[in-house]
């Protein structure tokens, strides 16, 4: 089992920056891949970004690319969502998720709680 827990989010005006972070526990945090995803009331679940397992690669959905950056830290069995040029319609809960698998679906086998960003206009 892997235990994800999220945290910082909150309420930004538009323009404004949050970095999410993802603290993981349970297993071997180095041989997951990680992944943020997001879910607007009344919309479903999306992809927002991905990171392998040791960092080398990332992958981004068109809508958060050049503002959203993923990143880890194996020592500290995290990993983050810095976010700038917020817009309103980021406005939503942001979810970390783990996999064996590097992958952009929802078929994570691990998912934490989930954290609300709202970003005002």
């Known amino acids: 089992q892997v235990q994800l827990v999220e945290s910082g989010g909150g309420l930004v005006q538009a323009g404004g920056s949050l970095r999410l972070s993802c603290a993981a526990s349970?297993?071997?945090?180095?041989?997951?891949?990680m992944g943020w995803f997001r879910q607007a009331p009344g919309k479903e679940r999306e992809f927002v970004a991905a990171?392998?397992?040791?960092?080398?690669?990332?992958y981004y959905t068109d809508s958060v690319k050049g503002r959203f950056t993923i990143s880890r830290d194996n020592a500290k069995n995290t990993v983050y969502l810095q976010m700038n040029s917020l817009k309103p319609e980021d406005t939503a809960v942001y979810y970390c998720?783990?996999?064996?698998?590097?992958?952009?679906?929802?078929?994570?086998?691990?998912w934490g709680q989930g954290t609300q960003v709202t970003v005002s206009s």
């Open positions: 990171i392998t397992w040791r960092g080398g690669s990332t």
């Open positions: 998720a783990a996999d064996e698998n590097f992958r952009r679906d929802s078929g994570y086998h691990y």
């Open positions: 349970g297993r071997t945090f180095s041989n997951y891949a």
